[in-house]
C-alpha cells in the first residue's frame, strides 16, 4: 500500500478566439487578405487615384505598368486600379448589406417559427418552402427584373433569395432550445413570449447566426457580382467588380488584363471570406476549442522523451509503467494522468476509484491508445500486455490488440452501439473483424455470446435494434462484444453507472462469474467503494490524476492512508445509519477544509 503526496494541479491553459483562429492556418491567411482588401476599399477616397469614372480615348486599353496606370486602362481609357479599389468597396457593401438584411429577416421567420410550432411554423415554413422551390440565382434575376436594373434592386435580390438559408438553420436550432429547463424556467416565472424569445432564445441562438452569416457573406458577393455581370446590377457611372468583369469580355482576346484583374479580385475577396468564415465557425465551436484544430489522428499521439523497454519478463497480464497522459491546449500540454502504475494479474479484478475527473477514463483509454489526438497526447511511461509494450507497436498491431487480447466496455452502451445496425450484426462484426469466419458462423457465435451474457431468447433479439432493448440488456450486449474474441483482459468503464440498483448487481455478478469461468484480468472502473468491496481483489485510488492509494482491497477499506479514501469510504452508506451518515460525511469534509 502506499500514501502519495498530492503536488498541486497545474492551472489550464486555455487559448483565446484569436489564438484558436491563429491556429488555423488557412483562417488566417484568409483573414490577412481580406483585412488587406478591407484596408484598401476603406481608404479609397484618401489614396492617390485618378477619378475612376474619367474616360481618356487616347489611352485606351493600355497594359499593366503603362505610365501612369499600374494595372492599365479598360476600353474607355479609365484607369483599372481606381476603378478596381471603387468597386471593390462598391462589392463589399452590397454583399455585407445583403448578408444583414438575409440574417435579420431569415433569423427572425426561424426563431417565430421555431418556437411558436404548430400552424405559424407551418405557413412560415411554407412559404420560406415556396422560395426555395426556386433556383435562387433565376429567381434574384426574377427579381430585379421585376424591381428594375440597379444595384439597390441587386442587394434586395440577393438579400431575399438568402432568407430561406437562415430560416432553415435557425428554426432548427431553436426547436431544439424552445423546451429546455432555462426557457420553461422563464415561461413560469410570467415572462412573455417575445421577452422569452430575444432574452433567452436569441442569445443562444446567435452564434448560430454569426457562424452562419461568416460563411454566406462570401457567396453573397459573388452573387452581386454575377448580376452586375448580367447588367442587372450596377449601372453606368458606377462600378463594381462584376460589372468591370462583365463590361471588359468584350475585349478579352484583345485585350485580356482588363477581365482577368477584377476576376482575380472576385477569387481572391471571395475566397478569404471563406476561409476566415470556417476558421469563425470552428473558434464558436465549443467540441473545437479543447484542442488543435486538426484532423483527428487514428491512433493516440504519443510524445515520450525516453522509451520505455519493449518488453518485460514474467510480467502479468497487464502492467502499466508512470503512464502520464495530457491535452495540448495550444501553449502546452495540461496533465490529465501523472505517472501511474499499476499490475494486474490474470484472473484478477483491480478497481480504478475516484471521482469525476479525476482521471480513470482517460487511464482506461490510454492503455490501447483511444485518446482523441489532438488533443490528447501520451507523453511518458509504457503500457506492457502479456510483457510486451504497445503504445510502441505499429498502428495495424494495435488495432489487432483492441477487441481481441484488450476489450472494452463502455458506460452508456447507447452511445456506443450503432443504432442502424441489429445488436447481432455488430456482435457478429467484432468476431469477423478479428477472425477469418463465415458470416453463418460469426452469427451462430454471437447468439451463443447473447446467451451466456444472459440475454433470454437469444435467437428472436439478435435481430432487434439497440434502442428496442433495456439499459441492462444494452450492457449485457456490450458485454457479449468484448467477449467475442476471448480476450486475457477486459476494462470496464464503469459498466453499471447507468443502471438501477438491481441491474447493476446481476452485470456485476455476471462480471464476476466470467472473470472466474475463462480466467479474465478485469480493470473495474467506478466511483463507488460499495462496488469495489463486493468485486475487487485490489483497489487502485485516483486523485488530480495520480494514485493516491493502492493495496488489498479488504486492506483499504479497513485501514485507509489517504484522506481522500477515507472521505471516498465515508460516502458509502451503511443500512440503517440514518442521520448519523451524514455527520460522518459532514464532519470529514470539514477536516479535509481544514
Same mark, same amino acid.
Given at each position: 500500500?502506499?500514501?502519495?503526496?498530492?503536488?498541486?494541479?497545474?492551472?489550464?491553459?486555455?487559448?483565446?478566439?484569436?489564438?484558436?483562429?491563429?491556429?488555423?492556418?488557412?483562417?488566417? !491567411?484568409?483573414?490577412?487578405?481580406?483585412?488587406?482588401?478591407?484596408?484598401?476599399?476603406?481608404?479609397?477616397?484618401?489614396?492617390?487615384?485618378?477619378?475612376?469614372?474619367?474616360?481618356?480615348?487616347?489611352?485606351?486599353?493600355?497594359?499593366?505598368?503603362?505610365?501612369?496606370?499600374?494595372?492599365?486602362?479598360?476600353?474607355?481609357? +479609365?484607369?483599372?486600379?481606381?476603378?478596381?479599389?471603387?468597386?471593390?468597396?462598391?462589392?463589399?457593401?452590397?454583399?455585407?448589406? !445583403?448578408?444583414?438584411?438575409?440574417?435579420?429577416?431569415?433569423?427572425?421567420?426561424?426563431?417565430?417559427?421555431?418556437?411558436?410550432?404548430?400552424?405559424?411554423?407551418?405557413?412560415?415554413? +411554407?412559404?420560406?418552402?415556396?422560395?426555395?422551390?426556386?433556383?435562387?440565382?433565376?429567381?434574384?434575376?426574377?427579381?430585379?427584373?421585376?424591381?428594375?436594373?440597379?444595384?439597390?434592386?441587386?442587394?434586395?435580390?440577393?438579400?431575399?433569395?438568402?432568407?430561406?438559408?437562415?430560416?432553415?438553420?435557425?428554426?432548427?436550432?431553436?426547436?431544439?432550445?424552445?423546451?429546455?429547463?432555462?426557457?420553461?424556467?422563464?415561461?413560469?416565472?410570467?415572462?412573455?413570449? %417575445?421577452?422569452?424569445?430575444?432574452?433567452?432564445?436569441?442569445?443562444?441562438?446567435?452564434?448560430?447566426?454569426?457562424?452562419?452569416?461568416?460563411?454566406?457573406?462570401?457567396?453573397?458577393?459573388?452573387?452581386?457580382?454575377?448580376?452586375?455581370?448580367?447588367?442587372?446590377?450596377?449601372?453606368?457611372?458606377?462600378?463594381?467588380?462584376?460589372?468591370?468583369?462583365?463590361?471588359?469580355?468584350?475585349?478579352?482576346?484583345?485585350?485580356?488584363?482588363?477581365?482577368?484583374?477584377?476576376?482575380?479580385?472576385?477569387?481572391?475577396?471571395?475566397?478569404?471570406?471563406?476561409?476566415?468564415?470556417?476558421?469563425?465557425?470552428?473558434?464558436?465551436?465549443?467540441?473545437?476549442?479543447?484542442?488543435?484544430?486538426?484532423?483527428?489522428?487514428?491512433?493516440?499521439?504519443?510524445?515520450?522523451?525516453?522509451?520505455?523497454?519493449?518488453?518485460?519478463?514474467?510480467?502479468?497480464?497487464?502492467?502499466?509503467?508512470?503512464?502520464?497522459?495530457?491535452?495540448?491546449?495550444?501553449?502546452?500540454?495540461?496533465?490529465?494522468?501523472?505517472?501511474?502504475?499499476?499490475?494486474?494479474?490474470?484472473?484478477?479484478?483491480?478497481?480504478?476509484?475516484?471521482?469525476?475527473?479525476?482521471?480513470?477514463?482517460?487511464?482506461?483509454?490510454?492503455?490501447?491508445?483511444?485518446?482523441?489526438?489532438? %488533443?490528447?497526447?501520451?507523453?511518458?511511461?509504457?503500457?506492457?500486455?502479456?510483457?510486451?509494450?504497445?503504445?510502441?507497436?505499429?498502428?495495424?498491431?494495435?488495432?489487432?490488440?483492441?477487441?481481441?487480447?484488450?476489450?472494452?466496455?463502455?458506460?452508456?452502451?447507447?452511445?456506443?452501439?450503432?443504432?442502424?445496425?441489429?445488436?447481432?450484426? @455488430?456482435?457478429?462484426?467484432?468476431?469477423?473483424?478479428?477472425?477469418?469466419?463465415?458470416?453463418?458462423?460469426?452469427?451462430?457465435?454471437?447468439?451463443?455470446?447473447?446467451?451466456?451474457?444472459?440475454?433470454?431468447?437469444? @435467437?428472436?433479439?439478435?435481430?432487434?435494434?439497440?434502442?428496442?432493448?433495456?439499459?441492462? @440488456?444494452?450492457?449485457?450486449?456490450?458485454?457479449?462484444?468484448?467477449?467475442?474474441?476471448? %480476450?486475457?483482459?477486459?476494462?470496464?468503464?464503469?459498466?453499471?453507472?447507468?443502471?438501477?440498483?438491481?441491474?447493476?448487481? *446481476?452485470?456485476?455478478?455476471?462480471?464476476?462469474?466470467?472473470?472466474?469461468?475463462?480466467?479474465?484480468?478485469?480493470?473495474?472502473?467506478?466511483?463507488?467503494?460499495?462496488?469495489?468491496? @463486493?468485486?475487487?481483489?485490489?483497489?487502485?485510488?485516483?486523485?488530480?490524476?495520480?494514485?493516491?492509494?493502492?493495496?488489498?482491497?479488504?486492506?483499504?477499506? *479497513?485501514? %485507509?492512508?489517504?484522506?481522500?479514501?477515507?472521505?471516498?469510504?465515508?460516502?458509502?452508506?451503511?443500512?440503517?445509519?440514518?442521520? !448519523?451518515?451524514?455527520?460522518?460525511?459532514?464532519?470529514?469534509?470539514?477536516?479535509?477544509?481544514?
Amino acid at each position: 500500500m502506499t500514501d502519495m503526496t498530492l503536488s498541486a494541479p497545474e492551472p489550464r491553459k486555455r487559448r483565446s478566439n484569436w489564438q484558436l483562429l491563429m491556429a488555423n492556418r488557412l483562417a488566417a !491567411a484568409g483573414l490577412f487578405l481580406f483585412g488587406f482588401i478591407v484596408i484598401l476599399a476603406v481608404l479609397a477616397p484618401v489614396l492617390p487615384l485618378p477619378d475612376p469614372d474619367i474616360t481618356d480615348q487616347p489611352n485606351r486599353l493600355l497594359p499593366p505598368l503603362a505610365d501612369g496606370h499600374l494595372l492599365g486602362t479598360d476600353h474607355l481609357g +479609365r484607369d483599372i486600379l481606381s476603378r478596381l479599389i471603387w468597386g471593390t468597396q462598391v462589392s463589399l457593401i452590397v454583399g455585407i448589406s !445583403a448578408t444583414a438584411l438575409a440574417a435579420i429577416f431569415g433569423s427572425l421567420i426561424g426563431l417565430v417559427a421555431g418556437y411558436s410550432r404548430g400552424a405559424t411554423d407551418s405557413v412560415l415554413m +411554407r412559404f420560406v418552402d415556396m422560395l426555395m422551390a426556386f433556383p435562387y440565382i433565376l429567381l434574384a434575376i426574377a427579381i430585379v427584373a421585376a424591381l428594375g436594373p440597379g444595384l439597390l434592386n441587386a442587394l434586395y435580390a440577393i438579400a431575399i433569395v438568402n432568407i430561406p438559408f437562415f430560416a432553415r438553420n435557425i428554426r432548427g436550432v431553436t426547436v431544439s432550445i424552445r423546451n429546455r429547463e432555462f426557457v420553461d424556467a422563464a415561461r413560469l416565472s410570467g415572462k412573455s413570449h %417575445p421577452a422569452i424569445l430575444f432574452t433567452e432564445v436569441l442569445p443562444n441562438v446567435l452564434p448560430v447566426i454569426v457562424i452562419t452569416m461568416s460563411t454566406t457573406v462570401g457567396w453573397m458577393i459573388l452573387e452581386t457580382a454575377g448580376l452586375s455581370f448580367l447588367g442587372l446590377g450596377a449601372q453606368p457611372p458606377t462600378s463594381d467588380l462584376g460589372s468591370m468583369l462583365g463590361q471588359a469580355r468584350a475585349q478579352l482576346f484583345t485585350a485580356p488584363h482588363a477581365s482577368i484583374i477584377p476576376g482575380i479580385m472576385i477569387f481572391a475577396l471571395v475566397m478569404s471570406i471563406n476561409l476566415l468564415g470556417d476558421g469563425i465557425r470552428d473558434v464558436l465551436d465549443p467540441r473545437l476549442r479543447s484542442g488543435a484544430l486538426d484532423r483527428p489522428m487514428p491512433v493516440t499521439k504519443i510524445a515520450r522523451r525516453t522509451k520505455p523497454a519493449a518488453t518485460l519478463e514474467d510480467a502479468p497480464a497487464l502492467v502499466v509503467d508512470q503512464l502520464a497522459t495530457g491535452f495540448d491546449d495550444g501553449k502546452a500540454i495540461t496533465p490529465a494522468v501523472r505517472n501511474i502504475s499499476f499490475r494486474l494479474g490474470k484472473g484478477e479484478c483491480l478497481g480504478l476509484i475516484g471521482e469525476s475527473g479525476s482521471g480513470k477514463s482517460v487511464t482506461a483509454l490510454s492503455l490501447m491508445g483511444l485518446v482523441a489526438s489532438p %488533443p490528447g497526447v501520451i507523453t511518458a511511461g509504457g503500457v506492457y500486455v502479456g510483457g510486451r509494450e504497445v503504445l510502441s507497436l505499429r498502428e495495424q498491431e494495435l488495432i489487432g490488440l483492441r477487441g481481441g487480447r484488450v476489450a472494452y466496455v463502455f458506460q452508456d452502451p447507447l452511445t456506443t452501439l450503432h443504432p442502424l445496425f441489429r445488436v447481432g450484426e @455488430q456482435i457478429a462484426e467484432a468476431i469477423l473483424v478479428h477472425e477469418s469466419v463465415g458470416k453463418s458462423e460469426a452469427r451462430s457465435r454471437a447468439i451463443e455470446l447473447m446467451e451466456t451474457v444472459g440475454i433470454r431468447d437469444a @435467437q428472436s433479439r439478435a435481430s432487434a435494434y439497440p434502442h428496442e432493448l433495456s439499459g441492462g @440488456q444494452r450492457q449485457r450486449i456490450g458485454i457479449a462484444m468484448a467477449l467475442a474474441n476471448d %480476450p486475457d483482459i477486459i476494462i470496464a468503464d464503469e459498466p453499471t453507472t447507468a443502471l438501477d440498483v438491481t441491474v447493476q448487481a *446481476r452485470i456485476l455478478e455476471l462480471l464476476q462469474n466470467l472473470r472466474k469461468e475463462r480466467g479474465l484480468a478485469l480493470l473495474l472502473i467506478t466511483h463507488d467503494f460499495g462496488v469495489v468491496a @463486493q468485486v475487487c481483489d485490489r483497489v487502485a485510488v485516483m486523485k488530480d490524476g495520480e494514485i493516491v492509494e493502492q493495496g488489498e482491497t479488504t486492506a483499504v477499506l *479497513r485501514d %485507509p492512508q489517504h484522506d481522500y479514501t477515507k472521505r471516498l469510504i465515508a460516502c458509502v452508506p451503511e443500512l440503517g445509519e440514518g442521520q !448519523a451518515f451524514l455527520d460522518r460525511v459532514r464532519t470529514l469534509f470539514q477536516e479535509a477544509r481544514t
